[in-house]
């Protein structure tokens, strides 16, 4: 059973930092890619970045170039996303995705993830 534990959000003020955490089970984690998506209420879920499976390529939303880095260690079956020089416009709840993908490419699309975390909350204060 595919299982998904986001961790790491919370509380910061403009210009801080937080670090996600999507811990994996249940599948061959270096068989999947990875993809981070942020929801605010009242608006569709937002992909924020993507990781292949083994690590080799990356994808940043234009929002969150430059400030944002994602990474895995497969042996750890983890993610990370590392949130840099954070906007209020950034809060809301950031959701990591799963999804059985060839080895060189990432999975951008909301619609292409079919194994989702429970969400953790991150909100940026001005």
């Known amino acids: 059973q595919v299982q998904l534990v986001e961790s790491g959000g919370g509380l910061v003020q403009a210009g801080g930092s937080l670090r996600l955490s999507c811990a994996a089970s249940g599948f061959r984690f270096g068989d999947f890619a990875i993809g981070w998506f942020r929801q605010v209420p009242g608006k569709e879920r937002e992909g924020v970045s993507s990781?292949?499976?083994?690590?080799?390529?990356?994808f940043y939303a234009e929002s969150v170039k430059g400030r944002f880095t994602v990474v895995r260690d497969n042996s750890k079956r983890e993610v990370w996303l590392q949130m840099d020089n954070l906007k209020p416009e950034y809060t809301g709840v950031y959701y990591c995705?799963?999804?059985?993908?060839?080895?060189?490419?990432?999975?951008?699309?909301?619609?292409?993830?079919?194994?989702w975390g429970q969400g953790t909350q991150v909100t940026v204060s001005s």
């Open positions: 990781i292949s499976p083994r690590g080799y390529y990356t």
């Open positions: 995705a799963a999804e059985l993908g060839y080895t060189h490419h990432v999975i951008c699309s909301e619609n292409d993830y079919e194994n």
